[in-house]
């Protein structure tokens, strides 16, 4: 089959406005970084999320590398994140120089697990946290708590926030992969002193490349803007006290999200209903004999289905595994792609703390991302159906 003809895991989806932003920003010649463009878009997040600041930058990549500077995270201190994300959540906690401490996840989310979290946070107050190759560390308490909404499920952000609270450690949430999703009637990326969105090409809204930074703090925020551009001082010539960053988001990205912004109630129910006709379709397969797993939320919530995730347990499923499904897919020219592999499973990560009892390590050897980008039509869902029929025949 052609290239063009491939149907792809979440591919960008347009709206048909974004053109006009960013013609607007060749009529005006505002090409230049920051403009009108990045002042709508900032002011749309808050608007939509509940958030009363924000940042529009280069990538959410960079929104959490700040987010840990303006918290004070320095060489040799402790961040704990969860295991079962994306390299990015945890690859900036490095760029400082500071120990990321990995913790498993629950069941229920797939997401960061309340119950090892807090038995992280102990063993960091009490000197138990061991470096493969250093042995133990003396007792510190960790400087930020980092929970992901995978795959745009909400974790289990009031047990989370009630042990942040506990022992005074800040939030930064992690809501790259769920914006528009919301826990208990509130918004993810609202719950977290900082919280983090992302833009990637592949994400529910896109601005090509690019993250934002969202917070309560206004001043911080303000601190935030300054790093990302330079830290320059307020002087006629360039000056700088403080290390700073090329982090902020172009005028004509921003306008491409301005677009996309307009369309992001629609997207959320695009993918939600992509994602029920997955619930559908593996629940008629229990009638002959199979017991595929869709990643399941906890009440209350309301995800945005970015991508919609499965299990297969090849034991309560006539031996098929994710794998066969994969292969399947990728022969069909159908993009489909493992659960992230967690953390602390990762080379790059071996010597960091972990806690937990493998849960992560589980879904990621059965798990499956299946096709779910919200520009799907009729003939691709006819495509993905002949495959799954083929697989769970």
């Given amino acids: 089959m052609p290239i063009n003809n491939r149907i792809y895991l979440s591919p960008p989806h347009m709206g ?23 002042d709508g878009f900032e002011n749309d997040l808050c608007c939509f999320t509940g958030a009363k600041n924000a940042a529009a930058l280069s990538a959410g990549t960079a929104a959490l590398h700040l987010a840990l500077i303006l918290s004070d995270v320095k060489p040799n201190d402790l961040v704990i994140c969860q295991s079962f994300t994306f390299s990015a959540s945890a690859n900036p906690i490095t760029y400082q120089g500071a120990t990321p401490v990995f913790v498993d996840s629950e069941e229920e989310t797939w997401n960061m697990s309340p119950k090892h979290l807090e038995k992280a946070i102990e063993a960091c107050l009490s000197g138990e946290i061991e470096i493969k190759g250093k042995g133990k560390i003396h007792a510190k308490k960790p400087k930020a708590i980092i929970p992901v909404h995978l795959y745009g499920v909400p974790a289990k952000m009031d047990e989370i926030t009630a042990i942040a609270q506990k022992y005074d450690i800040p939030i930064i949430e992690d809501a790259a992969e769920s914006l528009g999703s919301t826990y208990k009637g509130k918004q993810t990326g609202t719950f977290g002193k900082f919280s983090i969105l992302s833009f990637n ?13 969202l917070s309560n703090d206004e001043e911080l925020i303000h601190k935030a803007r300054f790093l990302a551009t ?12 403080h290390i700073g960053y090329n982090y902020r988001m172009s005028n004509v990205l921003a306008g491409i999200g301005r677009g996309q912004m307009e369309v992001l109630s629609n997207r959320v129910m695009q993918h939600r209903a992509v994602y029920q006709w997955y619930v559908d379709y593996f629940e008629k397969t229990k009638s002959i004999g199979y017991n595929v797993i869709i990643q399941p939320e906890v009440e209350g919530s309301l995800p945005n289905r970015w991508l919609t995730a499965i299990l297969i347990d090849p034991k309560t499923n006539k031996g098929k595994t994710r794998e066969k499904l994969r292969l399947a897919f990728e022969e069909a020219d159908i993009e489909s792609r493992p659960l992230w592999k967690p953390m602390h499973l990762q080379p790059v990560f071996e010597h960091a703390p972990f806690f937990g009892d493998e849960t992560s390590a589980k879904l990621f050897e059965q798990g499956l991302c299946l096709p779910s980008g919200s520009n799907m039509n009729e003939e691709d869902m006819a495509r993905i159906k002949k495959v799954l029929d083929r697989v769970f025949a």
Avoid: C, M
């Fill in 230 to 241: 330079q830290a320059r001082d307020p002087a006629p010539h360039y000056q700088h006290s």
């Fill in 201 to 213: 090409g592949n994400k529910i809204i896109t601005t090509s490349g690019g993250g934002a930074l």
């Fill in 16 to 38: 048909g406005t974004e053109q006009k932003f960013v013609a607007d920003t060749f009529t005006s010649n505002w090409i230049a970084p920051l403009g009108p463009n990045v």
